[in-house]
């Protein structure tokens, strides 16, 4: 199993103090996440709205042309995928996408939540 991973965030999760409240153990200890380590990315062939009443985004598949733009983060343990996946929970499934990272014409693999 992969003890490294890559993600794609696109909404809430783009804030430091929302992601470093979600990786902290168990929200008692702060730590800061630093997106800007993280690079501008894009991901293409799908598209992002905003859950009916809801505050937050979702995303899901559409077509070629549509691209939603967020940050590539990587350097993710698996322990911080879980905490990932607890806090979308059931309403977002996790899903390998490529991403294009800053002005690169390769796309990077990644994880992503999607609707």
């Not at 894009?42 to 985004?57: D, E, F, I, N, S």
């Not at 905490?83 to 992503?112: C, M, N």
């Amino acid at each position: 199993m992969s003890t490294d991973f890559s993600c794609f965030l696109y909404g809430t999760l783009i804030f430091p103090e929302v992601i470093g409240r979600i990786l902290s153990d168990g929200g008692k200890e702060k730590i800061t996440v630093d997106l800007n380590s993280g690079a501008p990315a894009v991901l293409k062939g799908y598209k992002r709205y905003q859950v009916h009443g809801a505050w937050y985004p979702a995303i899901i598949k559409s077509n070629e042309n549509d691209e939603t733009k967020g940050v590539f983060l990587k350097g993710l343990s698996y322990n911080d995928i879980l905490k990932l996946d607890d806090f979308e929970g059931d309403q977002y499934k996790r899903i390998d996408v490529k991403v294009f990272v800053g002005d690169s014409l390769d796309p990077i693999p990644a994880q992503t939540y999607v609707w």
